[in-house]
């Protein structure tokens, strides 16, 4: 269990920026217009799920809190199977989110016809102090 001393927000961009320089990473939405969409993106999303809770408690107020934040990666696809970035990309995540010590599960989102694109979403708990 990883305990932050900084909001959710921070600790989430804390977890990922190792792979800003490989995947483009964006905070609640992505914001390019449509003819600048990357192959394949993060999107970092807070207070998620359960909300923002008390974790530790002590006289009366809580000394840590926790909160669900997501990470979704979406790389662009030609449908039922996904291509090789998003393969990629999914195991570069998973491998930061096991070697961080941060509690999470990963689900597989699937295909969006609409975006043309693939999507996997990693639900990690934040606690922080």
């Known amino acids: ?64 809190r926790q909160t669900e934040c997501d990470i979704v990666l979406v790389s662009k696809s030609k449908g039922a199977n996904s291509n090789d970035i998003h393969n990629q990309n999914k195991a570069k995540v998973k491998a930061l989110l096991n070697d961080s010590g941060v509690v999470y599960y990963g689900t597989n989102l699937g295909y969006d016809e609409t975006l043309k694109s693939s999507q996997y979403a990693w ?3 934040v606690i922080y102090g």
Request: hydrophobic share 35%.
């Open 1 to 64: 269990m990883k305990i932050f001393n900084v909001p959710p927000a921070e600790a989430l961009w804390t977890l990922v920026k190792p792979l800003a320089e490989e995947i483009p990473i964006y905070k609640e939405v992505m914001d390019e217009d449509e003819n600048s969409v990357p192959e394949s993106y993060l999107l970092l999303r807070t207070d998620v799920g359960t909300g923002d809770s008390g974790s530790v408690y002590g006289d009366g107020h809580a000394y840590l």
């Open 123 to 125: 639900s990690v708990r």
